[in-house]
């Protein structure tokens, strides 16, 4: 299993921008696609971004296109997910996972479902 813990999270001004960080252990990380998703205050967990083990593949729900990007470093098991022009619907609690099965990737918004390993998550808040 891979274990997550994403961290980076905090307050920020509507406009500005952080860098979420989610540091991997376990099995392998580099053969599993990563994703970002988050959750707000009373809604449901929605998925914000994904990245390929291959590193050359990433996919962004629309509210985040052009504003957010993925990357991996494989040589430290880390996923990123560097959000710029931050907008107060923004908020929510950012959590990565790990795909259950290796070498897998869908070009799309994926099944939150094929993803696992869960961490606690990290706090954004973006006041206006």
């Known amino acids: 299993q891979v274990q997550t813990v994403e961290s980076g999270g905090g307050l920020v001004q509507a406009g500005g921008s952080l860098r979420l960080s989610c540091a991997a252990s376990?099995?392998?990380?580099?053969?599993?696609?990563m994703a970002w998703f988050r959750q707000a205050p009373g809604k449901e967990r929605e998925f914000v971004a994904s990245?390929?083990?291959?590193?050359?593949?990433?996919y962004y729900v629309d509210s985040v296109k052009g504003r957010f990007t993925i990357s991996r470093d494989n040589a430290k098991n880390t996923a990123y997910l560097q959000m710029n022009s931050l907008k107060p619907e923004d908020t929510a609690v950012y959590y990565c996972?790990?795909?259950?099965?290796?070498?897998?990737?869908?070009?799309?918004?994926?099944?939150?479902?094929?993803?696992?390993?869960w961490g606690q998550g990290t706090q954004v808040t973006v006041s206006s």
């Open positions: 996972a790990a795909h259950r099965r290796a070498f897998e990737y869908y070009n799309g918004k994926p099944d939150m479902a094929d993803f696992g390993s």
């Open positions: 376990g099995r392998s990380f580099t053969i599993y696609s």
């Open positions: 990245i390929s083990w291959t590193t050359t593949s990433t």
